[in-house]
């Protein structure tokens, strides 16, 4: 595990209408993703506190076709 996070998922890969991402971890830690585009443009951003499991969905059939990224990052240290 990395800073207590036993799983990432993401998926489907790649996404045409719905990015679902999930985090299992047994640390109870603050966590922040953020899903951004090539140019650096944020698409999605948020912040978990005292969350043992995160698991969202957002839609992505507006925006344009291209390259994303997803950030993890947990207590200021990037994972993912």
């Known amino acids: 595990t990395i800073m207590g996070v036993n799983k990432v998922k993401v998926y489907p890969n790649p996404a045409t209408d ?3 991402f999930a ?4 640390t109870i830690e603050s966590v ?3 899903f951004y585009n090539s140019i650096g443009n ?3 951003e948020k912040k978990y506190i005292d969350k043992k499991n995160i698991a969202e969905s957002f839609y992505v059939e507006d925006l344009q076709r291209g390259v994303y990224f997803i950030k993890i990052t947990i207590c200021s240290l990037l994972i993912f």
């Open 32 to 34: 922040s993703v953020l």
């Open 18 to 20: 719905k990015l679902n």
């Open 42 to 44: 944020i698409m999605f």
């Open 23 to 26: 985090i299992d971890y047994v």
